[in-house]
């Protein structure tokens, strides 16, 4: 390990944090999304129920402070468990999971936004290709995953690569919940280190790292994704 990562024997407690926020993150992106593909899917519908269910998830959602939202569900959620399960008699205590309670928050939030980044890139899709396919006799769901998905995917890349610099940040909301993630460990630690600012500052580079890691591969599926295509 690198000296100015040491901190004085504790340094390993950062990168264990760095570890659990990059799984709070990874796991968190999954349900991001998959929220955001129905969120998108459910805005484009012709049915007004599922546009209006969509519309409201995508504006509430991302109108609700990420933090608001954990505390909410962390607390919120052990209490009403507690009530409910304590409708059939005796004293019960219920303690939800940090990590799975943070993880489907950020999911939850985050969805909202990619449920945007989606619609967007759908509409961007040449409707004259969702034609041919129809015309070439392909059902919706071969239209679905041959032609829109496909697509989609690569004109998304950009905005989700920026979500998830966004979400992986974010994680550092979990601490109030008592998980353990990078932020949380340095805050543990500078005390029995007595150099919080070295301690910060060793955290923002970790972040800084796996920020900037993220960014070239985004980079790189870019230019996957974008192999075969013209560029203007």
Excluded: C
Excluded at 36 to 51: C, F, P, T, V
Excluded at 83 to 109: H, K, P, Y
Excluded at 137 to 156: D, H
Excluded at 191 to 214: G, Q, R
């Amino acid at each position: 390990m690198p000296s100015f990562l040491d901190l004085k024997g504790y340094g390993h407690l950062l990168i264990d944090g760095a570890m659990i926020t990059l799984s709070v993150g990874v796991a968190a992106m999954a349900v991001a999304l998959s929220l955001g593909i129905m969120g998108a899917l459910a805005r484009l519908s012709s049915h007004a129920a599922l546009r209006g269910l969509g519309t409201t998830y995508a504006t509430v959602i991302r109108g609700i402070p990420e933090l608001v939202l954990m505390l909410l569900v962390y607390y919120g959620g052990t209490v009403l468990l507690q009530w409910l399960l304590s409708l059939g008699g005796g004293d019960v205590r219920v303690d939800l999971n940090a990590f799975l309670a943070g993880t489907l928050v950020l999911g939850f939030v985050y969805g909202a936004y990619a449920t945007e980044i989606f619609r967007g890139a759908f509409l961007a899709i040449p409707k004259g290709q969702v034609e041919a396919a129809h015309a070439y006799g392909m059902t919706n769901g071969q239209v679905f995953f041959r032609i829109k998905l496909p697509q989609a995917w690569r004109l998304a890349i950009p905005g989700l690569g920026n979500l998830w610099l966004t979400l992986l940040k974010a994680t550092s909301i979990t601490s109030v919940i008592g998980l353990t993630e990078l932020a949380r460990q340095a805050d543990l630690i500078k005390a029995p280190t007595k150099m919080p600012f070295t301690v910060f500052f060793a955290a923002s580079l970790l972040y800084l790292a796996m920020t900037a890691i993220s960014d070239l591969v985004r980079i790189r599926a870019e230019r996957w994704a974008s192999s075969g295509f013209r560029r203007s």
